[in-house]
């Protein structure tokens, strides 16, 4: 059954992983202790904005399969090119380099890496889904919207899964808009002090929410 997609047989070192995040988040803050937080800000978003949009956008292609967090791209991305590009015109090139990103990782998984990445995916639990002509867009779309699994992790293992390109673009690009555009509002409301960025945000976050509790219901029946 899809609900036990991804599932996990051999667990990840969750507990030291969190231990080694908190003592790295312990230091952190011991070094971080009386500096300007502000300044620090400004002049990480100046960085920014001097390696150019060219520079962040190609970012948002690459780092994301290899890992990264997409929303350590997008929370920044209206506060840093905003002025210069129109809040559409990032969250427009936003979404470009994400469909960019979707395409490179199917790339990696169906063709490029496969035998190793189908090794890691056994290796951590990840149990590769059994897709057909009837049952792949149920399985990209429940995949998609089970919450734990990260963004790139999903990408990989659709593509290890051998889900149609289209279905896979359509689906995964769709899933990342509402919290690409929740993110990208949500980063502007806090590096400014906008209330109208973080109500919009979160109203975003809140609607996508109960959008796909209900689209997941509903599709996680035909997947099993």
Known sequence: MLSEVPQVRKKLPLAKLA??????????????????????????????????????????????????????????????????MTMPGVIAAVLLAI???????????????????????????YEIPSVTKDNALSIALVLRLTPGTPFFVQSYLLALAQVPYKIYMIVSWLCALPWTFA???????????????LFYGMGTVVAASAIIHLVRRRYAKRAR
């Open 19 to 84: 231990i080694a995040a908190v003592v790295i988040a312990v230091a952190g803050l011991l070094v971080l202790r009386g500096l300007d937080y502000k300044s620090l800000i400004d002049r990480g978003m100046a960085l920014i904005r001097g390696a150019g949009p060219w520079a962040f956008f190609s970012g948002i292609v690459v780092f994301p399969a290899l890992g990264a967090p997409l929303s350590a791209f997008t929370i920044v991305a209206g506060e840093a090119f905003g002025a210069r």
């Open 99 to 125: 469909a960019l990103n979707l395409t490179l990782t199917y790339w990696l998984a169906r063709f490029a890496l496969r035998p190793l990445l189908s090794r890691l995916a056994h290796r951590y639990g």
């Open 183 to 197: 993110f990208i509002l949500l980063g502007k409301g806090v590096f400014k002090g906008d209330f109208k960025f």
